[in-house]
Antibody
């Protein structure tokens, strides 16, 4: 059974940093691209970042480029999102999601982790 | 960026009703469109990909159609568990973008 479990969310002050993790199980992690998608309270879904299966290619939404870094450790079956210079508008539930091979939609999602940016 | 516009933003319907949600892309995306269902406090769930392919395990009352810029999601006979918010997503190019969502509410 495919499982994605996010962790690392919490309360952080504006300008602060946080690292999210997504532990994957039930599939060959290194074979799949992985994405982060976020949802601000009461709002819709927003793509944040993507990484290829081997980690060699990364992509970012313009809204986070230069502030967030996506990475993965295939030996640990874990995806990461290092977030810096956090702003109020970054406050959201962050989901990790798996992308089927050769496609760019999301077939499995984690349960999400809440990031609150507030002083 | 490709803009995705969903309509309506909300719809009230009764159990057994046929419900249709539309999604329009700001430029052609062939059939690279997915639909998701999201219930409060839960992660989205994939329903349809490739505009019309039903994800494994999704009931056949859900169907998708369209290509190019105009797409529809149809629920043929609304069930109590279908009351949720539905999102389309273009899977054609980065940055991936979602529609604003359609909330299906109980009439």
């Amino acid at each position: 059974e495919v499982q994605l479990v996010e962790s690392g969310g919490g309360l952080v002050q504006p300008g602060g940093s946080l690292r999210l993790s997504c532990a994957a199980s039930g599939f060959t992690f290194s074979n799949y691209a992985m994405h982060w998608v976020r949802q601000a309270p009461g709002k819709g879904l927003e793509y944040v970042s993507a990484i290829s299966g081997n980690g060699g290619s990364t992509y970012y939404a313009n809204s986070v480029k230069g502030r967030f870094t996506i990475s993965r450790d295939n030996s640990k079956n874990t995806l990461y999102l290092q977030m810096g210079s956090l702003r109020a508008e970054d406050m959201a539930v962050y989901y990790c999601a798996r992308v089927p091979v050769g496609l760019i939609h999301y077939d499995y999602w984690g349960q999400g982790t809440l990031v609150t940016v507030s002083s | 960026d490709i803009q995705m516009t969903q309509s309506p933003s909300s719809v009230s319907a009764s159990v057994g009703d046929r419900v249709t949600i539309t999604c329009r892309a700001s430029q052609g995306i062939s059939s690279w469109l997915a639909w998701y269902q999201q219930k409060p406090g839960k992660a989205p769930k994939l329903l349809i990909y490739g505009a019309s392919s039903l994800q494994s395990g999704v009931p056949s009352r859900f169907s998708g159609s369209g290509s190019g810029t105009d797409f529809t999601l149809t629920i043929s006979s609304l069930q109590p568990e279908d009351f949720a918010t539905y999102y389309c997503q273009q899977a054609n190019s980065f940055p991936l973008t979602f529609g604003g969502g359609t909330k299906v509410e109980i009439k």
